[in-house]
């Protein structure tokens, strides 16, 4: 194990009916918010009725930017605006990761005298720079955007990314994780997003650090919990205690806590990448198809982790094999439990050759 240090300072409230605590938390902060969430599921769903009435009931004032589908820099900076026109105190992601990530980014924005695509890019270091307090209510587990400082934005114009790197100031000062939110979510994007969680867990574990045992079987609880968590939600969506796993391991995946005293790759989402920009996938769908391929391609240079994975995740027999073979089937029964799932299914539908998916890999 390698030396580090750790600290999470984001307040997780987690638990059925937790959102009727939004107001008391905002709050601790002011009087002004801006809500920034996405498609029309969150008025569908009764979820924006429930907020505006806790709202206008605490005399909170409220702004919006809805629509935010990507992290689309005019985004950031349309929310930028309506926050110093409006004097607002605290930004509120609702939804996803991409909700999320556009809230930290109008919170460092808004903030400082500095152009936010110069942050984003790393013409401005974070030395100095402030931000808006930033609180978040989860609506689809899988990025963990929730309880970490980083962010994802496009330049849609120029075709180019920026971020930010786990800014001390960007993570949340509260999250709130209320299953019940979760339980209409259809299962093809359960399903996705839960193999998100899946590899963004895998991606800190898969390395060749040694002597991390605390570590290594957190993560392996984390595995196994998601796993019997999507094959209870693939028969029944409405499985209570399965949506609450989901949304607490998704968290728990970009909190760090995984990966301290590992030297982490973060291999999954530069993987993911490669195909959300050559076919236009969504990012979930990108790593759901690459991760398995990768270690199918790779597990002889990460022997000892997966042999673990195998044993303690997959429940693969170990008898008369050796450390490769066990390594092997691991990885193997880890795709086809997969494929058994759904991922097969949708990824035909999605209409990818196999052939170019492996030459990208």
């Not at 926050?83 to 992601?93: A, F, L, P, R, T």
């Not at 556009?102 to 270091?125: F, Q, R, Y």
């Not at 035909?348 to 052939?355: C, N, P, Y």
Request: hydrophobic residues 40%; contains cysteine.
């Amino acid at each position: 194990m390698i030396d580090f240090i750790y600290q999470n300072p984001t307040k997780i409230i987690f638990g059925n009916g937790s959102i009727e605590k939004l107001s008391s938390e905002i709050l601790n902060y002011g009087t002004r918010v801006l809500l920034v969430y996405g498609s029309y599921s969150i008025k569908d769903s009764g979820l924006y009725d429930c907020l505006v009435n806790q709202l206008e009931r605490n005399e909170i004032e409220y702004q919006e930017l809805p629509f935010v589908t990507i992290p689309a820099l005019d985004r950031v900076y349309e929310g930028i605006n309506i926050v110093k026109e409006n004097q607002i105190d605290i930004i509120i992601g609702i939804g996803g990761g991409t909700c999320l990530d556009v809230a930290k980014a109008i919170a460092l924005g808004a903030a400082n005298l500095h152009d936010i695509w110069d942050i984003l890019t790393g013409k401005i270091l974070y030395d100095n720079l402030k931000c808006l307090p930033i609180g978040t209510v989860v609506t689809i587990p899988g990025s963990g955007s929730e309880m970490d400082g980083n962010s994802e934005i496009v330049d849609i114009d120029r075709g180019v990314n920026g971020s930010i790197g786990s800014f001390e100031k960007t993570y949340p000062r509260f999250s709130i994780l209320d299953p019940e939110l979760t339980y209409n979510i259809p299962y093809s994007l359960t399903l996705y997003h839960g193999v998100t969680i899946l590899v963004q867990a895998m991606e800190q574990y898969v390395c060749n650090t040694t002597d991390t045992p605390i570590q290594d079987g957190f993560t392996e609880s984390i595995l196994k919990t998601v796993l019997a968590a999507l094959k209870c939600l693939k028969n029944d969506l409405h499985d209570k205690n399965a949506r609450a796993q989901l949304m607490w391991a998704s968290a728990l995946t970009t909190s760090r806590i995984l990966g301290r005293g590992k030297k982490a790759l973060w291999l999954g989402g530069a993987l993911g990448g490669i195909i959300e920009e050559k076919c236009g996938l969504t990012y979930s769908q990108s790593i759901a198809i690459t991760w398995p391929k990768y270690l199918l391609t790779c597990y002889q240079d990460y022997v000892g982790i997966l042999k673990s994975f195998a044993l303690n995740v997959m429940n693969v027999d170990p008898e008369n094999k050796s450390c490769d073979q066990i390594a092997y089937e691991g990885v193997k029964a880890f795709q086809e439990t997969l494929l058994e799932l759904g991922i097969a299914n949708n990824v035909e539908e999605l209409g990818l050759k196999k052939l170019i998916i492996q030459r990208l890999i």
